[in-house]
């Protein structure tokens, strides 16, 4: 059975796991190449999910941690109104199964509930076209694309920067 719910300390090492999987299957999907990460080992995942400015889900088939999800509500007293939704990653064997959607409902429950937050902002590789689709079925449209944005393995990859109103959307 699936479940999603908020990643604690204890979910820091296989998160950790997890967050190389991704960066090694999809390196054009995340500004942090894998080298870069497992230098930081799980400590940084451990002291990020004690503090309350960011909040991590993760989804479970059974014990497997096997989809994560990011919102970054902003600190700033000008900015915060909005957050970002980073290091979004379903294995791929869980794909197809409508993970990924659970966990864009969780960080979506959590802005709602958040007396701030009134949009929500990402980032996306511009030739994720499933990811595009479901963050359009949310109610994400592209504010701007950034050309050459990422450098992997000698090609340059577009982002798309997309933004959904809370209160229009879903």
Partial sequence: MMNVERLEEWDAAAY????????HMHPE??????????KHGVEKFKKRFQESSAWTYGAFDGERLC??????????????????VTAFFVHPSMRRHGIGRRLLEAVWEAAKDDAYIE?????????????????????????????EALFVDGVYYDELRMTAKLEESL
């Fill in 16 to 23: 950790f796991q997890l967050r190389l999987q991704a960066l």
């Fill in 119 to 147: 949009q929500l902002n990402l980032y996306v590789t511009a030739q994720n076209h499933a990811a595009i689709s479901l963050y359009e079925e949310f109610g994400f449209y592209v504010t701007g694309r950034e050309e």
């Fill in 67 to 84: 989809g994560v999800i990011t919102l970054f509500p902003q600190q700033l007293k000008k900015v915060l109104h909005r957050a970002e």
């Fill in 29 to 38: 999907a995340f500004a942090t190449s894998l080298d870069e990460e497992a």
